[in-house]
């Protein structure tokens, strides 16, 4: 049997796709992310167009995630709609569903995290530079 919403593990599916073509343009271009031994917006001397292609594809992927996570855990409670007890499920489907909501609550704040890194450096925003009135301990606490 399927999960729960087709359409919606195949929605997931297909966003893999993208996001892999972009790490491969990434890969054409430019050879590999080529930051060196960090992501630090003030330490970062790197072509911006690929570092770019590397964090969208990162957001695809969570995206697609997110929705796998939210499939997985919609067929759990749907696999016995008549009798369906949570302290009936086996061990093993506990973890799964615990897994996948630990998931969807936190691919967004690595999402967010990203973000900051884009906006960073291609807007000049200075969330993690000192010398912007940034906070460089928020880098350290977000990765």
Request: a neutral charge.
């Amino acid at each position: 049997s399927d999960l729960m919403f087709p359409r919606l593990n195949n929605f997931s599916f297909w966003l893999l796709l993208p996001s892999l073509m972009l790490m491969i343009l990434n890969m054409m271009l430019n050879n590999n992310i080529n930051t060196g031994w960090t992501l630090y917006p003030p330490l970062i001397n790197q072509n911006f167009i690929t570092l770019n292609f590397i964090i969208f594809s990162l957001h695809l992927n969570g995206l697609s995630s997110i929705f796998s996570s939210i499939n997985f855990i919609s067929s759990i409670m749907v696999i016995n709609n008549n009798n369906f007890f949570l302290n009936n499920l086996t061990l093993y489907t506990w973890s799964i569903m615990i897994t996948t909501f630990l998931l969807i609550v936190s691919i967004p704040v690595l999402s967010s995290a990203i973000t900051m890194i884009i906006l960073d450096n291609n807007l000049n925003m200075n969330f993690f530079n000192p010398l912007g009135n940034g906070n460089p301990i928020l880098y350290q606490h977000l990765f």
